[in-house]
């Protein structure tokens, strides 16, 4: 199997294991092996109902992952890549190993809330990793070689790793508010008390809701200037596809106060959030390799032709 069929099976496989995990969180499954790891309820197969089902399915699609992620990184490693690519591979591997490591803690230490804060930004961030190992050109004979000219669109990319930090801030506050029972410190317009923050819950719901509209605002804007600029209809879309998330995004946290953190909506939360993430990251890699340009115009020998340079 090729490199990027390869890191295309794990990127699937780690959204789908983080959106799992919201699920385990919601439905109150996390110590259904108990404060065991890596044996569940001292056996290496339990009996599988209840919560002891849904924490060990957890476990085995972390299982598979890790196996498949390693296979990912030797096949980097043995393939004539570039230094960048090599520092990919490498980083990947100790963000599974970090991971791997937080989620036996959080099983032993008894589901403590920052420890799976940390757990969930470790798992964005190889996500994130992933995608870009997946998209990054020139991997393997014959896959898409994106023209880089001499000088990159660092304003783009730039704007792309501020929302990626954003979204990562909002993801690790909305990951601890929940496992703290915070979030129906306030309701949809203000909180419980008064229409400003008062209490710890308050404060950290009012943050994390701050953050929320800032990276929605932040996407809309940079939507807009896509398309202002001429930043080339690739991008275009992506950041289109990316407004069309945040607003539905919107839309479901609101839905997660009024049902009272049902569960559905919870869990449809996280993977809409998550999905979103991954967007943002895609559109990093794409941006930061030099395949934005406007209509009209192409590369030669380095330099852009036909059309207005969109990269500065």
């Known amino acids: 199997m090729t490199i990027k069929r390869l890191a295309f099976i794990s990127i699937l496989l780690t959204y789908f294991l983080i959106v799992f995990g919201g699920y385990v ?15 569940c309820n001292g056996d290496v197969v339990p009996v599988l109902k209840g919560d002891t089902l849904i924490e060990f399915t957890h476990r085995v699609i972390g299982a598979v992952l890790g196996f498949i992620s390693i296979i990912l990184f030797f096949k980097l490693i043995r393939a004539k890549v570039d230094y960048t690519a090599r520092f990919a591979a490498f980083s990947m ?4 190993t970090i991971q791997v ?46 023209e880089i000219p001499k000088r990159r669109n660092r304003g783009v990319t730039l704007h792309l790793i501020i929302l ?67 930043w080339g209809r690739s991008l275009q879309k992506r950041l289109t596809l990316c407004t069309l998330t945040v607003l539905f995004q919107l839309v479901i946290g609101a839905a997660v106060v009024v049902t009272f953190i049902d569960i559905p909506w919870a869990v449809l939360h996280l993977a809409v959030g998550t999905g979103l993430f991954a967007f943002i990251s895609e559109a990093r890699v794409y941006a930061g390799h030099g395949a934005i340009k406007s209509s009209g115009s192409h590369m030669v020998n380095g330099k852009w032709h036909g059309g207005r340079n969109s990269l500065n």
Request: glycine letters at 10%.
């Open 101 to 146: 490591l937080l989620g036996a803690v959080v099983v032993l230490r008894d589901l403590p809330s920052i420890i799976i804060t940390i757990h969930l930004i470790i798992a964005m961030l190889f996500l994130a990793c992933l995608i870009w190992i997946w998209r990054y050109p020139g991997l393997e004979a014959g896959s898409e070689k994106f």
């Open 25 to 39: 969180a919601s439905s109150n499954s996390g110590m259904g092996c108990g404060p065991e790891w890596p044996l």
């Open 93 to 96: 591997l100790v963000l599974l």
């Open 164 to 230: 990626l930090i954003l979204l990562l801030f909002t993801l690790a506050f909305g990951a601890y508010i929940k496992h703290q029972s915070y979030g129906l410190a306030c309701g949809w317009l203000g909180c419980r008390q008064s229409s400003f923050p008062v209490t710890t819950p308050e404060l950290l719901q009012t943050i994390h809701r701050g953050l929320a509209v800032l990276s929605a605002i932040y996407i809309l804007l940079l939507t807009f200037l896509a398309f202002s600029k001429g």
